[in-house]
């Protein structure tokens, strides 16, 4: 349907501004000619339940700016176009005026008349032309993402300034709202792919696609219960408000004023109204209405999108217990478990309303790896967060609860790339711009800031670009043999698309700043495997000494831990020294090496350790203490001593011996057992410092005893495989880690091997 809204500024002598809707027109209904301030009545239609609209005389030595609107009600998102005239009414100066001016002013009205009446017939001839190209399905009525209200027609077409507190992109000017911004997911990876070898996303994106800075960002709708003197205290930041027409509305308590505030709007997904409640992080005053919320919307999944604190900065209380049970209210809260993983922590409660016996189970899921200023230099981690909610959530759950401090930033990236994936799994087409648009109506300044917006382009990018690799774990083997099946018979496999598809990401050199140091050249293996700048492990530097900070090896995230591993290079004779002080900074206990000092007659690495004797390595005294042969290891201990303190810990040394030389293993059950040895044994001495990992180069058979770690621990803990996502994530940290397309099939191989020591397992 189109709606046609007449919309009038009138500015009279001695008059205030004043603003109403003149007339509403369906498509069907559009008149060739309409005559403004005829005084008469049109009737709305629904959804809008039959408003009568009243098209007023018009007001003598007034100002008129006319401005249409155009709806398209019937899609998912709320799909606008306008258009603006402004004129001037002259005063009647007598009753005998003549005759001839008023007709003049006639001609001059009837045409302003019709040109506005022409752009409404544009606006027709585009909504007309979309609906038929577009081959997206038409949501059913009680899915409408958006109840339309008049304030929406009478909302500014003017950007506010912002209050500094919380610094959107902002413009005083007035913009033009562009609409329907509707992408096809062809065109973004054509875009995006294109200028991958610049991997300057922020210029490509706003040079494809609209800014933020032309969607209206608030506050243009009433907020007036925000404002009550009474609920001020239950606002975390005084200009992030809860907009009336969306907000969520608590049940009164004993006619208390104000207790049905919270500081939380409704906020509609992909063809589901509601699907969503964006809120602020709770303040202790309002701890108990957060969780009457929960228990009255019937929500079962917490999405927290930010630390209790961030940059000495308090941005959340706590509104949970740390253990056993708390209660906040009515409401008993008991924590019943919690697992933390190296981006985000779940824990599980149990609620119940003080004195019924119904009982209810709560997930609370915290992103935990944002940092503390700007976003994500990377998205894989966060897409595998929101797929992670969206399997914790019943279906037939009510609003996921999405908060961080304010409730609107991260907030609002979490729902549209949230609401977006599930448009992708249906459509093959994305609206970004109309998305915020939509959300921004209905809690303000969602998606805060520019680089914000970027990030949910780059995301989805991202999803568009891996497509769905995450798999059941009792279905991998059917999965991996449709990745083995030749592509419409032709030699070229699914396998092999899919390790193409790690390579489109390009680091730029600015990534690798201290490893291009011309003073650290010489300390690097090979010139292609160097650590990204936001992920290398730095030395205490030496007073003096040029690079003394430096040394090839990456912090690597594990299933559970951030940074529970370090990647590595196999140490040259001038690095040895550094290596043996990174373990001892580092506190290192464990080390895994994957190759023979020589493979095919070339050196791969030197002996860094002693064989009988002490050596001195810089500071430190390293002491042979035993030396177990194991079937396919050996296992070493050291004793390592700081010269300068005396102090001393144990080291054990881990040394693969039955990696070929050429290729991977044929079977992986030995390599498995190899991982599992190294990770009990560090559980055993409950030692908290990474393991250090590495091969000669420290990418390739690296790369897969990182993947295969976190696979297999992740199959134990959730029950699916991602070897793609799991290698990609890896790849952002350090580059390369799983180098061939062997090695990366033999990571899938190793996972089923390990599967099927499962009976639960089993593929059906």
Not at 276 to 304: H, K
Not at 372 to 392: N, W
Not at 485 to 511: C, G, H
């Amino acid at each position: 349907q189109l709606h046609c809204v007449l919309h009038f500024n009138l500015t009279g002598i001695g008059r205030r501004e004043c603003c109403y809707t003149a007339a509403v027109f369906n498509e069907s209904q559009l008149p060739e000619i309409y005559i403004l301030g005829d005084g008469k009545e049109t009737r709305d239609w629904e959804p809008f339940h039959g408003r009568v609209y009243n098209n007023s005389p018009l007001i003598n030595a007034c100002k008129v700016k006319l401005v249409s609107w155009g709806f398209n009600r019937r899609k998912e998102n709320l799909t606008t176009s306008s258009s603006t005239i402004q004129i001037n009414l002259l005063p009647k100066l007598v009753q005998t005026q003549n005759q001839d001016t008023f007709y003049n002013l006639l001609w001059i009205f009837g045409i302003i008349v019709l040109i506005f009446l022409i752009v409404l017939i544009i606006i027709i001839f585009i909504l007309k032309y979309n609906r038929t190209k577009k081959k997206s399905l038409t949501p059913p009525p009680e899915c409408v993402p958006f109840d339309l209200t008049p304030k929406v027609l009478t909302m500014e077409m003017q950007m506010p300034t912002l209050p500094s507190t919380i610094s959107p992109t902002s413009s005083n000017e007035h913009v033009e709202l562009r609409r329907n911004q509707i992408i096809n997911t062809y065109n973004t990876n054509n875009i995006m792919n294109n200028n991958n070898n610049n991997n300057n996303n922020k210029e490509i994106i706003l040079t494809n696609y609209p800014p933020i800075h032309s969607i209206d960002p608030g506050q243009q709708f009433s907020w007036e219960n925000s404002k009550f003197e009474y609920n001020k205290a239950k606002n975390r930041y005084a200009n992030v408000i809860a907009y009336d027409h969306s907000r969520v509305i608590l049940h009164t308590i004993d006619g208390l004023p104000g207790s049905d505030y919270i500081n939380a709007n409704y906020l509609d997904g992909y063809r589901k109204q509601n699907a969503y409640i964006a809120t602020q992080g709770p303040l202790p005053n309002t701890f108990a209405d957060f969780w009457r919320m929960i228990w009255e919307t019937n929500s079962a999944c917490i999405v927290m999108m930010t630390k209790l604190e961030e940059r000495n900065r308090l941005k959340c209380d706590q509104y949970w217990p740390a253990r056993g049970t708390e209660i906040y209210g009515s409401i008993h809260v008991t924590l019943t478990d919690f697992i933390e993983l190296a981006s985000y922590s779940i824990r599980t409660f149990t609620i119940a309303w003080a004195g019924h016996p119904e009982k209810r189970e709560i997930r609370h899921c915290q992103f935990t790896a944002w940092p503390d200023h700007g976003i994500l230099e990377h998205a894989t981690s966060f897409l595998m967060f929101v797929r992670r909610v969206k399997v914790l959530n019943p279906p037939d759950a009510g609003s996921i609860v999405v908060h961080c401090s304010a409730g609107v930033g991260r907030t609002g990236c979490f729902i549209v790339i949230d609401a977006l994936l599930e448009r992708l799994k249906h459509e093959k087409t994305i609206d970004i711009y109309g998305h915020v648009t939509l959300l921004r109506a209905q809690r303000n300044y969602i998606v805060q800031t520019e680089e914000q917006y970027i990030f949910i382009y780059e995301a989805i990018n991202e999803a568009i670009q891996s497509g769905q690799t995450e798999v059941l774990a009792r279905n991998l083997l059917t999965h991996l043999q449709r990745l083995l099946q030749p592509i419409n018979d032709s030699s070229l496999t699914e396998m092999e698309l899919e390790f193409k598809r790690l390579a489109n990401v390009k680091a730029q050199p600015s990534k690798f700043l201290s490893a291009n140091n011309p003073a650290n050249k010489f300390k690097n293996r090979l010139v292609n495997i160097l650590p990204y700048e936001n992920t290398r492990v730095c030395l205490s530097p030496v007073r003096g000494v040029e690079g003394s900070d430096y040394i090839n090896a990456s912090y690597i995230d594990g299933y559970r831990f951030k940074n529970g591993y370090i990647a590595t290079q196999g140490p040259l004779t001038e690095t040895m020294d550094d290596f043996w002080r990174m373990v001892w900074e580092h506190n290192v206990t464990i080390i895994v090496m994957l190759t023979k000092l020589k493979e095919m007659g070339r050196e791969k690495c030197v002996q860094y350790w002693p064989s009988d004797r002490s050596t001195r390595y810089g500071y430190f005294i390293v002491d042979p203490v035993g030396a177990y042969n194991m079937p396919q290891y050996l296992l070493s201990e050291f004793k390592v001593t700081d010269s300068r303190d005396g102090q001393s810990r144990t080291v054990r040394h881990f040394l693969y011996t039955e990696w070929p030389e050429q290729g991977v293993p044929k079977i992986g059950e030995g390599f498995i057992d190899f991982i599992g040895q190294v990770h009990k044994t560090k559980e055993g001495f409950g030692q908290e410092g990474p393991i250090v990992v590495h091969c000669s180069a420290g990418a390739g058979r690296t790369g897969v005893f990182l993947t295969l770690s976190i696979v297999l621990e992740r199959i134990r803990y959730e029950g699916v495989v991602d070897i793609f996502q799991t290698v990609k994530l890896l790849r952002t940290q350090r580059p390369a880690l799983v180098q061939t397309e062997d090695q990366y099939q033999f990571c899938y191989r190793s996972a089923l091997e390990y599967l099927g020591s499962f009976d639960n397992f089993v593929s059906s």
